[in-house]
């Protein structure tokens, strides 16, 4: 964008913090109709009339910023949504360095073991969790199970370290000991204490009964992660295999232990593992390490990167069309105002009849179109984000993850840009009303 | 503007000062077709004119004419204004308004003339003082005050003063009238024009303005070219033209009644 820039200007450029880069670029926006207005309107007073005229046609002024304000909310909130979704996105799945699944769909697996959407995934066994639990490189594997529920919340099978990475300090009660405790999300609606029976299975089709006689008591809550585990309720991986009837994992003459080492031989199998590095680098040798044969590993923020670059494309390709409708909005607008110009023809005639100078009748019609341009783009910036705020809300509502809405310099200067245009181009009507002769309007 | 009394505009002779002088005007319309012609006309400082005629005659457009208003004009319309006060140095500045620029046209229009228009043309969303004084949006920053002045004293006159604040649309056809004329006298212009003043107004209205607008115009020594069907105000008037399919002819009487005013 401002690559025209002579070198040493590029230089200074880059030497300028992000926020005055922004606040510049803004100012450079809207600078053209600023230096209009002040050129236009300069030594004369024509706000007092063009109030008056904005009271006299209100409501087809309110129509005019309401349209204005639509197309203006659209491009914002097409920004500020596409953001949101992708922050939302990033911020659930920073805790999932690696996943390492069976092989198949690597959006099918993050979405499952990192969103917790229900799928029905292969198992991986036992000797595969050990080779990696075990590898120098890494500091901790632990195994997702899931595939239970309890009131639609996910019931998922884990160790106490995939519990402390994902919360951290819990915000109410301690981490499960023992075989049949549970840990609830921070979103997860039931007291410390209460005790549940979890259904086989999620949503229509789970079966309510399947696991009749095996309750968990909640014992903490975690902290809030902003991702679909506030929604989860996470327990020991064993109790998972138990209630299911595959062992614990563990050899029998270990009674209730739970956590790594597993036994391989006990070992039920686990559709998804977390793996945390010992350190960054580690973690594609050993993506490169265990994309084999029998199992896939998955950086779920590459994934992630390549949804996000189909969800980029949407937005240009929508955005191209909140551009074409902001064209044909203000098209539509400086057209109606051609024609609202002309239901105040009289009036403008009137001012030229007493000697007005034409800059001031000029700047009469401009202001009122900047008025309403102006108007209509600070309400579509609110609209903007008060629809991105709703839509957020149903969003995060649906899928668990925190959509934040937020207005960033992006839409200021999609604003900017908008605004700065279309009331330059206001000087169209205003230049027209010019052109009719007083005397026609006087006798009209 | 200093206001601008009659005797400035008396000669050494005690002539009456010709303020206005129109040669060979032709106003032109669609296709041509000719509006009005007037070979020759001349109006002096301080008389108030009336013109009349048939609907369609020209009245109007002649009026526009001479504000500078119309289009396709040919012809000149010389107002003669005088630029001191100072009555033994005094010089007077002929404009001819058909060779003047659209631009120029609008500052002679602000700095000489005030008009006043059958339906009014104030705007209704403001109060009475604020129509009065619309001109402040664009006169020099340092005649506002006075403007304003002028524009609440003619008021006071007229019987708005009290009302002033209250918006237009709350106002009788007669009070409308009265802050029109208010407007057209706020930059305190030498010529005022009025295209039928009376016509929007009941009888007893328009007698009241015609009262008022006489009384005020005669006691500023303006001069006042009032296109008008109503005789009340036209018989009121030092002279009266009637304009004819686009031709003006004067009645002698009313000519010879009002040379005799402005020269006593």
């Known amino acids: 964008m401002i690559d025209f820039l002579p070198l040493f200007m590029l230089d200074l450029w880059d030497a300028l913090s992000p926020f005055m880069q922004d606040s510049l670029l803004f100012a450079l926006y809207l600078m053209p109709c ?102 120098d490189h890494v500091s901790f594997a632990a195994p997702i199970a899931f595939g239970d529920s309890y009131q639609g919340a996910p019931v998922v099978g884990t160790t106490l370290d995939f519990l402390k990475h994902l919360s ?277 | 503007m200093p206001a601008m009394n009659g005797s400035d505009f008396m000669d050494e002779r005690s002539e009456p000062h010709t303020i206005l002088t129109v040669k060979d005007l032709q106003v032109r319309g669609e296709n041509d077709r000719l509006l009005l012609d007037v070979p020759q006309l001349k109006i002096f400082h301080g008389q108030t004119i009336a013109i009349k005629g048939a609907s369609g005659a020209g009245k109007s457009t002649l009026l526009f004419a001479l504000a500078g208003l119309a289009e396709h004009m040919s012809g000149s319309i010389c107002w003669s204004l005088p630029q001191a006060t100072d009555t033994k140095q005094r010089s007077s500045k002929a404009q001819d308004v058909i060779k003047l620029s659209s631009e120029a046209r609008a500052r002679f229009r602000r700095e000489t003339l005030g008009m006043i228009f059958q339906d009014f043309l104030l705007f209704e969303e403001m109060d009475a003082l604020a129509n009065a004084t619309i001109s402040n949006g664009y006169m020099p920053r340092h005649n506002k005050k006075a403007v304003q002045q002028r524009a609440e004293q003619t008021l006071r006159h007229l019987g708005i003063k009290d009302i002033a604040k209250r918006t237009i649309a709350s106002f009788s056809g007669g009070e409308r009238q009265r802050v029109a004329i208010a407007r057209a006298l706020a930059n305190d212009p030498p010529i005022l024009l009025a295209d039928e003043p009376t016509a929007s107004l009941d009888r007893k209205a328009s007698d009241h303005l015609i009262e008022d607008l006489t009384a005020l115009v005669r006691a500023q020594q303006k001069t006042m070219i009032v296109v008008s069907h109503d005789m009340s105000l036209c018989e009121k008037m030092d002279r009266i033209l009637e304009v004819t399919d686009g031709q003006i002819t004067e009645r002698n009487d009313r000519q010879k009644q009002g040379k005799e005013e402005a020269g006593s």
Request: charged share 15%; proline share 6%.
């Open chain 1, 34 to 135: 600023i230096m209009v207005g002040l050129y236009v309107s300069r030594g004369s007073r024509p706000l007092p009339l063009v109030r008056a005229m904005l009271w006299q046609f209100r409501w087809t002024s309110l129509m005019f910023v309401a349209l204005i304000a639509t197309s203006v909310a659209l491009g914002v909130g097409l920004l500020a949504q596409e953001r949101g979704l992708r922050k939302g996105t990033a911020k659930a799945a920073e805790k999932f360095d690696l996943i390492i699944a069976a092989p198949g769909s690597e959006v099918t697996n993050v979405l499952a073991a990192v969103y917790l959407q229900p799928t029905d995934l292969p198992l991986l066994d036992g000797k595969l969790y050990n080779e990696i639990a075990n590898h």
């Open chain 1, 168 to 444: 951290g300090d819990l915000s109410k009660g301690r981490a499960f000991e023992k075989t049949f405790e549970a840990v609830i999300g921070s979103a997860i609606d039931l007291p410390l204490g209460s005790h549940f029976t979890p259904a086989h299975g999620m949503g229509h089709t789970a079966e309510a009964d399947a696991h009749e006689g095996e309750a968990f008591q909640i014992v903490g809550r975690m902290q809030p992660t902003g991702s679909p585990w506030d929604k989860a309720i996470l327990v020991p991986v064993e109790a998972v295999w138990l209630v299911h009837g595959m062992g614990t994992g563990h050899k029998p003459q270990e009674g209730a232990r739970l956590g790594p080492p597993f036994d391989p031989d006990y070992f039920p199998g686990t559709p998804a593992i977390l793996v945390r590095a010992e350190e960054l680098w580690a973690n594609y040798a050993l993506k490169s390490e265990f994309t084999r044969k029998e199992s896939m590993a998955i950086f779920p923020g590459a994934v992630l990167s390549q949804l996000h670059t189909i969800l980029g494309d949407i937005r240009s390709v929508m955005s191209i069309m909140a551009v074409i409708t902001q064209i044909l909005v203000a098209g539509g607008v400086l057209t109606g105002l051609v024609i609202l110009t002309r239901l105040f023809a009289r009036r403008l005639a009137l001012l030229r009849a007493i000697g007005a100078p034409r800059r001031f009748v000029f700047s009469i019609v401009w202001n009122f179109a900047a008025i309403l341009i102006g108007a209509g783009a600070v309400s579509g910036l609110g609209l903007g984000f008060v629809t991105t705020a709703l839509l957020s809300n149903i969003i995060s509502e649906r899928t668990d993850i925190l959509i934040k809405a937020s207005l960033q310099w992006p839409e200021f200067h999609l604003l900017a840009g908008f605004v700065s245009i279309t009331i330059l181009l206001a000087m169209i009507p205003a230049g027209l009303a010019l052109l009719q002769p007083a005397i026609r309007d006087l006798r009209a």
